[in-house]
């Protein structure tokens, strides 16, 4: 099983809409969790950043974290035709005296159509 | 300011050259990662400097040789690659001994072997 799985897409939704993003991960110590956006040949973006269960919103972006079910997810409402990228979703795993593990899913390119 | 810088941003080496990339962050963070990310995957874990030493190493074969200098600094020494090492190698950092910290990333190094 892998550390870290989201849906590969493509995520196709129309402009405006709400695009939901998933991902799930194996590892009961992971204790932070990030999305990151990243463009086509581009470093992946920052965008959203969480570690207590429950809703963190930042303008459109919603991320909701459900450590009981291993469950991290992003909402994008209103979405626009400049959030189509790749979206990956990443987990922060702490090891004792070793720092910290930064391990990425595969990654959900959404397009969003105009 | 989030920013982490990565010089330089394109490298064309041959297979017999030696060449190093460097990494900077001025937000105090004592985490600082080097990833690989070849097209279409998700960035992957090379190494993890801890308070400037050493603290994971993710198999990586010695022909990649990280440096930590000071707490601000990071390099990445590269000598005898393969042309299958093409690809976009990115740096991040993060504060160290928490979870509570976002990660950042660089602009990222685009590295062609010939």
């Known amino acids: 099983q892998k550390e870290v799985e989201q849906n590969s897409g493509p995520l196709s939704v129309p402009e405006g809409a709400i695009a939901s993003l998933n991902c799930t991960y194996s590892d009961r110590g992971s204790q932070s969790f990030f999305w990151y956006r990243q463009y086509s040949g581009k470093s992946p973006e920052l965008i959203m950043f969480i570690y207590s269960n429950g809703d963190k919103e930042d303008g459109r972006f919603t991320a909701q974290l459900n450590k009981a079910s291993q469950y991290v997810s992003l909402l994008i409402r209103d979405s626009q035709p400049s959030d189509s990228a790749t979206y990956l979703c990443a987990v922060l795993i702490m090891i004792y005296n070793q720092g910290g593990k930064l391990i990425f899913g595969q990654g959900t390119e959404l397009s969003v159509k105009p | 300011d989030t920013e982490v810088t990565q010089t330089p941003k394109h490298l064309v080496m041959g297979m017999t050259n030696k060449k190093s990339l460097k990494c900077e962050q001025h937000m105090g963070h004592r985490a600082m990662y080097w990833y690989k990310q070849k097209a279409k995957k998700p960035p992957e874990l090379m190494f993890v400097?801890?308070?400037?030493?050493?603290?994971i190493n993710e198999s990586v074969p010695s022909r990649f040789s990280p440096e930590c200098p000071n707490s601000s600094l990071l390099n990445l020494h590269l000598h005898a690659l393969q042309p299958e090492d093409s690809a976009l190698y990115l740096c991040?950092?993060?504060?160290?001994?928490?979870?509570?910290?976002?990660?950042?990333f660089g602009q990222g190094t685009r590295l062609t072997v010939v």
């Open positions: 991040a950092s993060s504060q160290d001994r928490t979870f509570r910290t976002e990660a950042f």
């Open positions: 400097y801890s308070y400037e030493k050493l603290s």
